[in-house]
């Protein structure tokens, strides 16, 4: 499985990952037996304050770990998420301390396939990289009538980092939310929307655009929501990518 998914990859640049598929491939990394305590930490996610653009749509957890291409994955002390103004117009330039992701989720079984999983991927398609910086972000977005809300708000991206997993925990009662990828001319590569819990995508995020539209409530009165992981890998032994 994950054979097939470095071959997309390096064709492709991104890949689509159906649930079932990518619970074959976890199952292949780790276990997952804490998945139900995993997606329901994202109820608990406090919200993002650093919104540029005064919106309140948007909740967050984040964490850094450092990985070893033997597969040794540490936790980091807490430190800030940074984007320069180049990559994110909306809300770089600046230190962003994000409340931290809870202990258990970031040490348990769930995370830490995800990680193994993502390093045995990743590392394959750059076996040169001894050392990796990665940040996994808990997202939560809400749509309520009258606000939209914005998975991407500064619009298609590269986040200046190898590699991008976008894994869905959960989506409720929301319309959109299609997640598209363009070349580096901007060109149009694909487009599809992660529908079910463990759908995913996974980006080579030296070779392409990314970005996801705006979700919507389905259902008047109904609580509408969005939640992914978020993980990105960079070589730890270079800096962000221009």
Not at 160 to 166: F, H, N, Q, T
Request: net charge negative; hydrophobic share 40%; proline share 7%.
């Amino acid at each position: 499985m994950i054979a097939d998914l470095r071959k997309k990859l390096t064709r492709d640049h991104f890949a689509l990952v159906p649930a079932v598929e990518m619970q074959l491939a976890f199952s292949e990394a780790g276990t997952m037996t804490d998945w139900d305590v995993f997606a329901a930490s994202w109820h608990n996610l406090p919200e993002d304050s650093f919104m540029a653009d005064g919106g309140r749509y948007r909740q967050r957890r984040h964490a850094v770990f450092q990985v070893a291409r033997d597969g040794t994955a540490l936790r980091e002390p807490h430190q800030p998420h940074y984007q320069s103004r180049d990559r994110n117009p909306l809300n770089g330039g600046i230190q962003r301390w994000f409340e931290p992701i809870e202990p258990a989720i970031a040490a348990g079984p769930t995370m830490m396939t995800v990680l193994s999983f993502c390093r045995s991927l990743f590392g394959g398609l750059s076996p040169e990289t001894q050392r990796w910086h990665v940040e996994a972000h808990q997202f939560r977005i809400i749509a309520q009538e009258g606000m939209e809300g914005r998975p991407t708000p500064e619009g298609m991206h590269r986040d200046g980092v190898d590699y991008v997993l976008v894994m869905l925990v959960n989506r409720e009662s929301v319309k959109s939310g299609e997640t598209t990828i363009a070349d580096l001319d901007h060109r149009p590569l694909g487009s599809f929307t992660l529908s079910k819990p463990f759908d995913s995508a996974l980006v080579d995020d030296r070779l392409v655009y990314h970005g996801v539209t705006p979700i919507v409530p389905a259902t008047a009165g109904v609580p509408a929501y969005r939640d992914v992981l978020v993980v990105t890998w960079r070589d730890r032994d270079r800096p962000y990518h221009e």
